[in-house]
Structures are given as C-alpha cells and as structure tokens.
C-alpha cells in the first residue's frame, strides 16, 4: 500500500509553455499532498500543500499564479507550471500521507518529474 | 522555527566498512516526528525509518540501524557492511503531526553516500 505515481517522468519544453504535472495516490485516499522542488545536488524544499475541495496553501516565496495547484479528487493533484523559463527547470517531487493507523504520519513519495525548460 | 542538519555532504567508503550519517534537529514542539528517506540516482525518495518524539528505542533493521537521542536532538543512521547498493543520497527530516502542520516535512542538506568496491 501507499503507492504514489507521477506523470510524465520527464518533460522538456520551450520557455512560455505551460506542464501539468499529475500525482496520484494508487491504492489509496489522500485528501492532503504535497508538492517539493529539488534543484541539482541540493535539498527538497517544500512548495504548496494541495488540499482537496480547498485552495492550495503556498509556502513563501513561491508564486501561487504561476504554479497553479489542483487537487480535483481524493486520489489526484495536478501541479501546472505557467509560463516556465528555464529557471523552472527542476525535479518536482510530491507525496501523499499514507492511510491507516500507524502510517498518517509518514510520506510516501512520488517517482518525480524532471522538468527542463529551453 | 525548525531545522535540520546533515554535517556531512559526502562520505565515501569501501564496501563492507560501517558508516554513520550523522542528523541533528532543531523543534520547539514536544511531539514531533523523524525521518530517514534515501534517493538513488533515479531520483525516488525511498522511505527507510519514523520516529516519533516519545519514542527514544533505537531500532535495527537488517545492516541498517538508528540511534536517536533526544538529550542531544540527534537521529543518526549508521550502515553495517555497507555495500555498493547502498550508494545513495540520504535524506533526514523532520514533521509536525497531521493535526498540527498537517505533516509536512523539513529535510536537511542532505549526505551523498558513495560506497566503493
């Protein structure tokens, strides 16, 4: 159990596009994800909590018009990208809590999504 | 405000030697939770261990192993016979229950683990 998949696993794209990203918690119901951003060789730093039914709550810094966050259903967040530059390449990497007694408290994360932005 | 870190940005070894990585935190609350998570070159962040606060027993699965002690707010993972297998970038991190801020976490630097036949 607490599987969570990502799709695409890669994406590369023309500055001014937008990429939708998806997460999907698989075999079971997260209505809270969470989205990281890695850049090379450094940290995870956490970017929004998506919440199902509700707004996104955005960490500081980050801009939530630019990267839109969907939490349609209790299995699927979506992170858009608006608009990227280059400077949005990344790894963007969520994660769900898992479900159940005992396994609340730990995230389970996603493959990511390699992000390269020309 | 709480923190984490990782002292150690590389460490390299020959298979088969134990290593420590070493965790050190920071938390005003007094219920809190510990992670270790390790990422392969792929890039997956694999979940490896949580603690939580009240929990001080030090745990042993397999080579691997964990000492947390909260008079000196560490949590280090030492690895037996380490393998190249093993050769990874280990996260440790840091959560506030659910209920509280609703579990998200704060990672350290990170340890980039390179294991040598």
């Known amino acids: 159990g607490a599987v969570v998949s990502q799709h695409p696993s890669w994406v590369i794209c023309k500055s001014g596009t937008s990429v939708k990203i998806e997460c999907r918690s698989l075999d079971f119901q997260a209505t809270t994800m969470f989205w990281y951003r890695q850049f090379p060789k450094q940290s995870l730093m956490l970017m929004a909590t998506s919440n199902e039914g509700s707004k996104a709550t955005y960490e500081q810094g980050v801009e939530k018009d630019k990267f839109l966050i969907n939490h349609a259903s209790l299995t699927l967040s979506t992170l858009t990208v608006t608009s990227a530059h280059p400077e949005d390449s990344s790894f963007y990497i969520c994660?769900?809590?898992?479900?159940?007694?005992?396994?609340?408290?730990?995230?389970?994360f996603g493959p990511g999504t390699r992000l390269l932005v020309l | 405000a709480q923190k984490v870190t990782q002292a150690q940005t590389e460490i390299s070894v020959v298979e088969k030697e134990d290593v420590t990585l070493d965790c050190v935190y920071e938390t005003r609350d007094t219920t809190y939770y510990l992670f270790w998570y390790k990422q392969p070159p792929s890039g997956e962040l694999v979940f490896l261990i949580r603690r939580n606060s009240f929990d001080e027993q030090n745990e042993i699965s397999g080579r691997y192993s964990w000492n947390f002690q909260k008079s000196t707010s560490s949590f280090n993972f030492t690895i037996t016979a380490s393998q190249v297998v093993d050769s990874a970038v280990y996260f440790c991190?840091?959560?506030?229950?659910?209920?509280?801020?609703?579990?998200?976490?704060?990672f350290g630097q990170g340890t980039e683990l390179s294991v040598k036949p």
């Open positions: 994660s769900a809590p898992g479900q159940g007694l005992g396994y609340q408290e730990t995230q389970y």
């Open positions: 991190a840091l959560s506030e229950p659910l209920y509280n801020q609703g579990g998200k976490l704060i």
